[in-house]
Nanobody, 122 residues
Framework: QVQLVESGGGLVQAGGSLRLSCAAS????????MGWFRQAPGKEREFVAA????????SYADSVKGRFTISRDNAKNTVYLQMNSLKPEDTAVYYC???????????????WGQGTQVTVSS
């Protein structure tokens, strides 16, 4: 069992930056792929980024590639999402999730946090 708690969301102007954190409980954090997903009002949840258990591999949605960076610190049981050059269309609730698979598919993630709101003003 893994419990996930996100933090770091907030209101930022377009072009600004935010860093999201996701703290995980449980001894097996380092064995999971960690992902970030987001959901805007009226839209489906979408993949943002994922990082393998070792941190050696990462993948991104095309919409955030070059602007967002996912990283993890297994010693701290924490995964991060550094978001730069934010755009109003990045506004959403951001969720972190844990999976036994290296995947960008939400249904393959077994554990989810409660989400943190990111709002980007124009």
């Amino acid at each position: 069992q893994v419990q996930l708690v996100e933090s770091g969301g907030g209101l930022v102007q377009a072009g600004g930056s935010l860093r999201l954190s996701c703290a995980a409980s449980g001894r097996t954090f380092s064995s999971y792929t960690m992902g970030w997903f987001r959901q805007a009002p009226g839209k489906e949840r979408e993949f943002v980024a994922a990082i393998s258990w070792s941190g050696s591999a990462a993948s991104y949605a095309d919409s955030v590639k070059g602007r967002f960076t996912i990283s993890r610190d297994n010693a701290k049981n924490t995964v991060y999402l550094q978001m730069n050059s934010l755009k109003p269309e990045d506004t959403a609730v951001y969720y972190c999730a844990a999976s036994g698979f290296y995947s960008n598919i939400a249904s393959q993630y077994a554990y989810w946090g409660q989400g943190t709101q990111v709002t980007v003003s124009s």
